[in-house]
C-alpha cells in the first residue's frame, strides 16, 4: 500500500514537472515572439502613406487645381501626355476607359493607343476639337487637355479666338463634374525643361503607382539635356532653326519663339544675336538670302509639310543653290529633325529622347 502511494506521489510530481516545462517553454516562445515582432515589424509611421482622394497640382497656365487620384475615366487632348503615361506602364494608372484625339491620326510613337481595343480607348475629337457625344457616353472624371485644344469646330473649321474661349467655357459647364486641366509644353515662348518637370510632378501626383518611374526617368532626362547643352556650348558653332511650313515657305526661330529650346534648354548659341527682339511663336518667313546672310555653323530643319502630311519640304530646302553656298551646307551639317518629336509630341519622354538622339547627330561629329 506504501508502495502504491509512493508510486502515485512520484508520478503526480512528474506530471507536474512537466507542466511547469511546458508552461516556461511557451512562456519563454512567447516572449521569444514579442521580442521579434517588436524588433523587426515596421513602425506604423514607415508604412506606405494612403493615397488621399484628391490632390493639387499645377496646370501648364500656372493655375492650381484640385484632381481626383486614380481617375478610371479619362480624356487625353495631348500627345505628349499620352507619351509620358505609356512610357510609365499605361497599365500601372488604373485607368479603364480612355479618351484620346482620333485613335488613325496617332503618330506611330503612340501606336500602343491606336492598337487598343475600341471597349478601351476610344476616339473622341481630335487636338483642336473635344467631342461632346464621347464625352456624353464615357463621362470622364479627368480631361487633359494641351495649347490646341477648342481651337476647331466639328468639322475641322478654324475657330476666331472669341469662338475658342466659347467653345472651351460651353465645354466646361456642359460637364459639372469633370476636371479639366491643361498640361502641354508652352508653344508660344518653349521652356522645356521647367514644363516636362511640371507634367510629370502633375501626372505622379494624379497616378502615384507611376510616380517613382516617372521621377526616376525625368533624373535621367534631365541630365541627358543638360550634357546636350554644355556640349553645344563647348562647341562654339552657331545654330539656326528652320522650319519648311510647306513645300516652298520657310521659316526661321530664334530665341523667345516657339522652338527656342534648341538655344535655351539645349544649349546652342543663335546665329543672329539681334533677332531675339522681333522673334516670335510661329517664326519668320525668310528667303534663303537671309539664311546665307547669316551663315550659320550648323542648320535644323523642321520639316512641318511633311509631318502633317502635307508634302515634304526639305528635300527643296536641300537643293537651293543659295542654301547650298553657306558654311552648314558645305560642312554636311544640315540635320532634318523627327517631325513628330519636334512638332505634335514636343515634351513626351521618347520624343525627347528622340530630339537629343537628332542634336547629338551633330555633337558626336564634332566632339
Not at 509512493?6 to 517553454?25: D, N, P, R, T
Not at 499620352?82 to 497599365?91: H, K, S, V
Amino acid at each position: 500500500m506504501k508502495k502504491k502511494a509512493l508510486s502515485f506521489i512520484l508520478i503526480a510530481v512528474m506530471i507536474i514537472g512537466i507542466f511547469a516545462g511546458c508552461s516556461f517553454e511557451n512562456k519563454a516562445a512567447e516572449d521569444a515572439m514579442k521580442t521579434d515582432a517588436t524588433t523587426h515589424a515596421s513602425p506604423k509611421a514607415t508604412t506606405s502613406p494612403e493615397v488621399p482622394e484628391t490632390v493639387s497640382i499645377t496646370d501648364s497656365d500656372g493655375n492650381e487645381i484640385v484632381v481626383k487620384t486614380n481617375p478610371t475615366r479619362v480624356a487625353i487632348f495631348d500627345y505628349s501626355i499620352l507619351d509620358i503615361l505609356y512610357y510609365a506602364g499605361f497599365e500601372n494608372t488604373g485607368i479603364e476607359k480612355l479618351i484620346v484625339p482620333a485613335k488613325e491620326n496617332l503618330p506611330e510613337e503612340l501606336a500602343f493607343y491606336k492598337d487598343a481595343n475600341n471597349d478601351f480607348v476610344i476616339s473622341g475629337g481630335t487636338l483642336f476639337y473635344i467631342d461632346w457625344d464621347v464625352l456624353d457616353l464615357i463621362q470622364p472624371e479627368l480631361v487633359i487637355i494641351g495649347s490646341r485644344a477648342f481651337g476647331m469646330g466639328p468639322t475641322g473649321e478654324r475657330l476666331s479666338s472669341e469662338e475658342t474661349e466659347k467653345f472651351k467655357e460651353d465645354t466646361f459647364s456642359r460637364y459639372p463634374n469633370t476636371t479639366f486641366v491643361k498640361l502641354t509644353t508652352n508653344n508660344s515662348d518653349s521652356q522645356l525643361t521647367l514644363d516636362i518637370e511640371n507634367n510629370i510632378n502633375a501626372l505622379a501626383h494624379i497616378f502615384p503607382k507611376v510616380k517613382d518611374v516617372l521621377e526616376a526617368k525625368w533624373a535621367k532626362l534631365k541630365a541627358e539635356i543638360l550634357d546636350v547643352s554644355e556640349k553645344a556650348k563647348s562647341t562654339g558653332k552657331k545654330a539656326l532653326f528652320t522650319m519648311m511650313v510647306d513645300q516652298t515657305t520657310l521659316s526661321v526661330f530664334n530665341p523667345n519663339s516657339r522652338f527656342d529650346m534648341i538655344y535655351e534648354d539645349f544649349g546652342f548659341n543663335p546665329v543672329d544675336e539681334g533677332a531675339v527682339s522681333w522673334s516670335n511663336q510661329h517664326g519668320f518667313d525668310v528667303r534663303a538670302e537671309y539664311v546665307l546672310e547669316k551663315n550659320p555653323d550648323v542648320i535644323f530643319l523642321l520639316d512641318r509639310s511633311a509631318t502633317v502630311g502635307s508634302g515634304a519640304g526639305a528635300e527643296n530646302f536641300m537643293k537651293d543653290p543659295i542654301i547650298k553656298q553657306t558654311t552648314a551646307a558645305q560642312n554636311g551639317d544640315i540635320y532634318v529633325l523627327s517631325g513628330n518629336a519636334w512638332y505634335t509630341m514636343t515634351g513626351g519622354i521618347s520624343a525627347t529622347e528622340t530630339m537629343i538622339s537628332d542634336l547629338n547627330q551633330f555633337l558626336n561629329k564634332h566632339k
